[in-house]
């Protein structure tokens, strides 16, 4: 049995391989780095590694023909790709933008190993599965919030989760506007009405949530 990898042991979903999946996954398998900003990978590209990240976002996003853009979901430390893992099950190219949001380490392993260790390793297919299945469940509310959610609503819980505890957010509107899937436009003049009722600051570049558990109302409304 190999020597387990350092990055291993922050993965504990993984520790109960057996020995000829560990042996694989810890030969087979390479630690890459990447500076925030990185492009990891655009609609069309061939999908030829599975991918886990150990620290670090992803951020896996949709543009569409018009240049909207819209946040599909984040890919977090411990966590897969599910946009990768269809393309790999399904032998085909990505269909979105993965980007790193912050500087991102992540062990990449190859398809042929990724598929083999599919086939005979349980605990590596749980482990696939389950992250698959989270990710999926992400984007079926993400669907539910665009199609039936109030964007006032979902604007003041990203507001909310930003700054749980009140204080400046260092995001523009239009990086709001990408992570509800929505116009700049909107979520401006949502952001105004805010500042009217006093649940926000805003100048040039600036701002900041005053009122929390105003926003934590308005959010839980229906």
């Known amino acids: 049995m ?3 990898p350092d990055w ?4 504990p979903a993984l520790a109960s391989l057996d020995a000829e999946a560990f042996d694989l996954l810890a030969k087979a398998a390479t630690k890459v780095d990447v500076k925030a900003g990185t492009v990891l990978f655009r609609p069309g590209d061939a999908c030829s590694s599975f991918l886990i990240v150990l620290t670090g976002s992803v951020r896996v996003q949709l543009l569409s023909e018009a240049g ?14 599910v ?3 269809s ?27 990724f598929d083999r260790l599919i ?15 989270a990710r999926l469940t992400d984007l079926m509310k993400l669907v539910s919030e ?3 959610g109030r964007i006032d609503c979902r604007l003041a819980e990203a507001l909310v989760s930003h700054t749980p505890q009140g204080g400046p957010i260092a995001l523009t ?9 929505t116009a700049r436009e909107v979520i401006s003049r949502h952001l105004k009405d805010f500042q009217r009722r006093g649940l926000v600051d805003l100048g040039r570049g600036h701002l900041e949530v005053r009122n929390v558990s105003g926003l934590r109302d308005l959010a839980a409304s229906p």
């Open 2 to 4: 190999s020597t387990a």
């Open 8 to 11: 291993l042991h922050s993965l």
């Open 68 to 81: 909207r853009e819209i946040v599909l979901y984040r890919v977090g430390t411990g966590s897969t790709c």
């Open 83 to 85: 946009l990768t893992t």
């Open 87 to 113: 393309c790999l099950i399904g032998n085909e190219g990505y269909g979105a933008e993965g980007i790193a949001e912050t500087a991102v380490s992540a062990v990449a392993l190859p398809k042929d190993s």
């Open 119 to 133: 086939t005979c390793s349980t605990a590596f297919r749980d482990f696939v599965f389950h992250s698959f299945g």
């Open 146 to 148: 665009v199609a039936f």
């Open 173 to 181: 509107h239009q990086a709001l506007a990408v992570e509800l899937g």
